[in-house]
């Protein structure tokens, strides 16, 4: 379904003045394949049902396809039997939460992604040395209430530039800002502006904490956003990550930009007059739905899609400790 860049294909006449473009990398992190490896192995293991926290990762196919292989997916760890196997999502969990479920005896697997983790260590560092934490995200995200709940007395959520006038520190002199890893990168930074301008001596964290993955998808759309009449981005409403590849492909240049969970939601009418289309996914998105984007785009006269990289991806983590301890044990490993 696609075409290097550096092989023009042989169009047929309706398609000649059409092309589609396919963002690189999309698709799949590290820390999405490693959840999502999680369950499945914990399925096998364990047998079904295996309990998974809050949806392992924000894609509601990934979801459903993990359910009907016998995972059950639960708000909270009440909803989960005594004793049971239960699995944290990639966007990490509170102490509280791990407190709650060494109460109730339950066999936790922790699937946090380790980039989410290192953004938990910065917080505890944070608050350790006493600094007020003003960490950068969307209220009600997973992964805020988790990486909040390591330091709630010190952390403070910042979602804007508008917030900053309102935000009440002990000590202008410590204070630190954190992020959330799937923001948008120019935002996050308009957002940090704002921040230092209030209080000079602000700290950094030692590290990006907008993932790779984050980084690299905007900047892939961003690289076509400009030539395209329409951007599809392929991913769930929930999907923080996919959300912002929509917002920045429109900042970057895009004429329109919508964002679909598959093909069966694109509205025919945004194709009309639209010569170049750009595909992209987000971090949880598996590449089968974008590859069923692309099928449609096809039956529509768009010719074979051109992959447009901007970054190369090979980062792999190993799956959860818990995990591999039990695979190793069953001889699995
Ligand atoms: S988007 Fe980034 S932080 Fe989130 S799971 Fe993927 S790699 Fe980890």
């Known amino acids: 379904m696609t075409t290097d860049m550096g092989m023009p294909p042989i169009l047929s006449p309706e398609a000649a003045d059409k092309a589609v473009l396919l963002a690189a990398p999309r698709g799949y992190c590290a820390g999405v394949d490693r959840a999502v490896i999680t369950v499945e192995k914990a399925l096998d293991l364990y047998g079904a049902p295996v ?4 949806q392992i990762v924000h894609n509601k196919h990934v979801v459903s396809d993990l359910e009907s292989r016998g995972a059950i997916f639960v708000e909270e760890l009440d909803e989960v039997p005594t004793g049971a196997t239960v699995v944290f999502s990639a966007h990490g ?17 922790d699937a946090t992604c380790p980039l989410v983790t290192k953004v938990h260590h910065e917080a505890k560092r944070f608050a350790g040395e006493d600094y007020d934490i003003l960490l950068i995200g969307h209220a009600g995200h997973e992964e805020v209430e988790g990486t909040a709940g390591e330091a709630p007395d010190h952390i403070q959520l910042v979602q804007s530039p ?3 006038p309102g935000i009440v520190v002990r000590d202008p002199k410590r204070v630190a800002w954190l992020s959330q890893t799937t923001l948008s ?25 907008i993932c790779y993955a984050t980084q690299n998808r905007q900047l892939a759309v961003k690289e076509i956003a400009s030539e395209s009449d329409l951007v599809i981005v392929v991913g769930s ?14 900042e970057a240049g895009a004429k329109a930009a919508h964002r679909v969970d598959d093909a069966s939601e694109i509205d025919e009418s945004w194709l009309d007059g639209v010569s170049t289309v750009s595909v992209t996914s987000g971090a949880s998105v598996p590449e089968a739905l974008v ?6 785009l096809a039956e529509r006269g768009y010719p074979d899609a051109q992959a447009v990289h901007s970054a190369e991806e090979s980062l792999i983590f190993a799956l959860p400790k818990e995990l591999r301890r039990d695979l190793k044990a069953a001889g699995r490993a």
């Open 291 to 296: 590859q069923g984007v692309l099928a449609l």
């Open 93 to 109: 969990v509170s102490p509280e939460v791990h407190r709650q479920a060494e109460e109730r005896s339950l066999k936790t697997i």
């Open 51 to 54: 309990y998974v926290r809050k």
């Open 185 to 209: 990168v120019d935002e996050t930074l308009e957002t940090v502006a704002a921040i230092r301008a209030r209080f000079p001596e602000l700290l950094d964290p030692p590290s990006d904490d």
């Open 237 to 250: 409403g929930n999907s923080s990550n996919s959300v912002r590849l929509v917002e920045v492909a429109l």
């Open 162 to 164: 508008a917030d900053v």
